[in-house]
């Protein structure tokens, strides 16, 4: 409102009387009134100040938090110019593509030019939201938003803040890994995904979870218990020699009972999951798939086709529904019934590209596959199309029938598993060589960034080898233990399965130590978790390992960007050439966000001993005894060995005490459960396997005392009263030790 006191006319005064009284009377009546019009002018002024500043505590409270997260995404956006997120809105979705893309949709010409990956949402299906207490990702929602060309305003002509559908692009962090079922989907519909996705029951209820934690500020505040303790991912290579390494442990310690796997509809305390890339090869290597997957993005005409395809059907115009054509991969006759014996097992299942007309009797939001992901996984919005796995057709048959199978792999659709540039091979303890061993930190890194995001509700993230033994009801019960108070007498039946119960899965109480569980390691003022088996508190990878905090900027760019020779000053400078001493580094290097997310403010490492984990590598060998609870053996005949052994010592060292007594020498005992664990091992091992050599020594009876034990049912192992102690608090604040008692 203005006063426009200018234009006012003059007050009309009678004179009558004396004129210098008249004159005075007039003025006192006229002083009057511009009283009477400046107060009211005041508090039209103080009305309006209230008004706007009213208006601007709402636009800051709403768009403050926006405007932060936009000026980080500026920065990010200096050093990674590919944008992280894209909005999916199919009424305006033309206006979004570029000058160029819109003047030739207009055009109507069957024009070859193709969308950008980044212009469609990644194949992994990850929704960015606003307002994520818990996410990363929080900040590239609002550059998406801000990008949109089509968001409305009121009538005073501020931007309306209404809730937009944004998903990451295949360039974000979110959109580089994700069920392998997702990576297959992206490109042909010769999987039935209508019938392959209620099988990956942990995938469902991954989406399911992050929708119900979005808005959560703490880990407990759903109410609900988490249905496991830790998820697990193991780095693995399509590789012929690796996959002897899998099968040992899917029929060695992936059968424990509390393992989740597909056999129990992934129920359980461990959730064990694979991670495969994209391998180097030669050019000339026949395995390489041919199948361009350029073919499968859009062009600009198809895309405008499709979008008015899809809102024609939205508004139940099907009989003015324009068709568009599409094009998925073709995959090879017989695929999945190919043996690994044969040559035809190692080459891609994919066989070609297909085109196809869509027509209103073969609508997309009926028959495609990803329809029927964005339905089961109730997205917000179905895309029209996605960027599709662009390597996952550079893998062979055998690996997507091991997928397709046990329903537990996760795919990176990356360049990481480079060639070895050593003379390295299985089970020597050297190095593979930077290129491989920066491959590996990529996996390592994108794998517990995306398990912080696809698990909100679990408390623990761990990295496996697939060369590794875990004895899990030991593993377990000492984590349980550790968290319940490890100064306290241990409760054996309370870590266990006993009695028909199985113990609770709690998540992760706000007053508890960020846990950091180590097979310990100490090098170079870092203490670290030996690669083959680290288990990490989720708070400390939200502290550490965000991608997009600043001091991650270098982090970030080394890990989603493919390897680069001229980099390796950087990778290096990272410690990126071991990837588990670099999470060390990182939590090292970090220990101010560490005091921000973890209630007591540090690390407290859960360290187990050398006599507890062990390297069964050549030539050196190696001793197992009672107290063993993780191994890394690097040939695939060992698991079944060291499987064996816990089954059995507890039973081997039970009868020793009676043959003891019957005069029968301690060393006979010993050579007759050695037999008997060769002889079971020939019948279960296939014979193709490398055999064990010298590499493993066994202690039945020898040794220190056994401490006290129970049986956990089901697996029929000896979980043991290992007991815990603070370590010393040279290097650390918070170390607790594993011993014997």
Not at 211 to 217: E, N, P
Not at 399 to 424: C, G
Not at 654 to 665: F, H, M, Y
Request: proline share 5%.
């Amino acid at each position: 409102m203005t006063c426009r006191m200018g234009q006012r006319r003059p007050p009309t005064y009678r004179f009558s009387g004396h004129p210098r009284q008249l004159t005075a009377q007039g003025l006192h009546s006229h002083t009057q009134h511009r009283r009477l019009v400046a107060l009211a002018v005041s508090l039209v002024l103080i009305v309006m100040v209230h008004w706007l500043i009213s208006e601007f505590t709402t636009n800051v409270g709403s768009q403050q938090k926006a405007s932060m997260g936009l000026s980080k995404e500026e920065a990010r956006l200096s050093q990674f110019p590919s944008p992280f997120s894209v909005v999916v809105r199919h009424e305006s979705s033309m206006t979004r593509l570029t000058t160029k893309q819109r003047r030739l949709a207009a055009a109507s010409a069957d024009s070859l030019v193709r969308l950008d990956r980044d212009q469609l949402p990644s194949w992994t299906l990850r929704v960015i939201d606003e307002k994520c207490a818990m996410c990363f990702d929080s900040v590239t929602y609002a550059s998406a938003a801000a990008a949109d060309p089509e968001r409305s305003t009121d009538e005073t002509g501020n931007q309306r803040r209404e809730r937009l559908s944004v998903f990451a692009t295949a360039s974000a962090p979110l959109g580089l890994m994700g069920p392998m079922l997702f990576a297959m989907a992206s490109v042909t519909d010769d999987v039935d995904v209508a019938a392959e996705l209620p099988l990956w029951q942990w995938v469902t209820r991954s989406y399911a979870q992050q929708r119900r934690f979005v808005h959560a500020s703490q880990w407990r505040s759903t109410g609900e218990r988490p249905r496991h303790l830790i998820v697990m991912g193991i780095p693995s290579t399509d590789q012929p020699m690796r996959y002897p390494l899998r099968d040992a442990q899917r029929a060695t310690w992936l059968t424990y009972r509390e393992v989740a796997r597909t056999e129990n509809n992934f129920t359980g305390a461990l959730l064990q999951l694979y991670v495969f890339a994209a391998a180097e090869r030669l050019s000339e290597d026949a395995t390489h798939s041919t199948v361009d997957m350029a073919q499968l993005a859009p062009t600009v005409s198809e895309y405008a086709a499709a979008t008015a395809h899809r809102r024609a059907v939205e508004s139940g115009d099907v009989n003015n529904t324009p068709t568009y054509v599409q094009r998925r991969v073709v995959l090879r006759d017989g695929w999945r019934g190919i043996p690994r014996s044969d040559d035809a097992a190692w080459k891609s299942p994919c066989a070609g590209v297909r085109s196809s007309v869509v027509t209103t009797s073969r609508r997309v939001d009926e028959t495609s596959s990803l329809a029927t992901l964005s339905a089961q996984l109730s997205l917000p919005v179905t895309p029209t199309f996605t960027a599709a796995a662009q390597y996952v057709c550079h893998v062979s048959a055998a690996l997507w029938q091991e997928a397709l199978h046990y329903r537990n792999s996760l795919w990176l659709d990356f360049l990481t598993d480079r060639k070895s540039t050593t003379k390295k091979k299985m089970g020597m303890r050297i190095s593979w060589g930077i290129p491989t061993e920066v491959g590996m930190s990529q996996k390592v890194v994108i794998w517990l960034n995306y398990a912080y995001a696809a698990f909100p509700d679990v408390p623990y993230i761990m990295k496996g080898d697939d060369d590794m033994y875990l004895k899990v009801p030991q593993y377990l019960s000492d984590l349980r233990h550790v968290r319940g108070g490890w100064r306290k007498p241990r409760n054996l039946t309370a870590t266990i399965p006993y009695n028909g119960v199985i113990p609770p899965t709690l998540g992760i109480d706000d007053t508890e130590e960020c846990l950091y569980r180590v097979w310990w390691l100490y090098s170079s003022r870092i203490i670290f978790g030996n690669g083959v088996g680290y288990t990490l508190d989720r708070r400390l990878i939200q502290a550490v390992l965000n991608p997009f905090d600043d001091f991650n900027a270098l982090l970030m760019k080394l890990v989603t960007n493919p390897y680069k020779s001229s980099l390796n000053k950087e990778y290096l400078s990272l410690i990126m050439q071991y990837e588990d001493k670099l999470v060390g580094n990182q939590i090292k290097n970090h220990l101010e966000a560490v005091k921000r997310f973890c209630p007591k403010k540090r690390v407290c490492y859960m360290a187990d001993k050398r006599s507890r984990a062990h390297q069964i590598l050549r030539p050196t060998p190696t001793k197992l005894t009672w107290i063993s609870v993780m191994a890394h053996f690097g040939m695939p005949a060992i698991p079944y060995y060291v499987h064996y052994f816990h089954k059995n010592e507890f039973k081997v060292a039970e009868e020793a005490k009676r043959l003891i007594a019957q005069g029968i020498s301690v060393n006979v005992i010993e050579a007759n459960a050695t037999q008997r664990m060769h002889e079971w091992v020939a019948s279960h091992v296939p014979s193709t396997l490398v055999g064990l050599g010298a590499s493993l020594d066994l202690n039945w009876v020898r040794g220190d005392p056994r401490t006290a034990y129970t049986v956990a049912e089901e697996d029929e192992v000896a979980v043991y009263d290992v007991g815990y102690k603070q370590g010393k608090a040279r290097i650390a604040e918070c170390i607790v030790e594993s011993g014997k008692r």
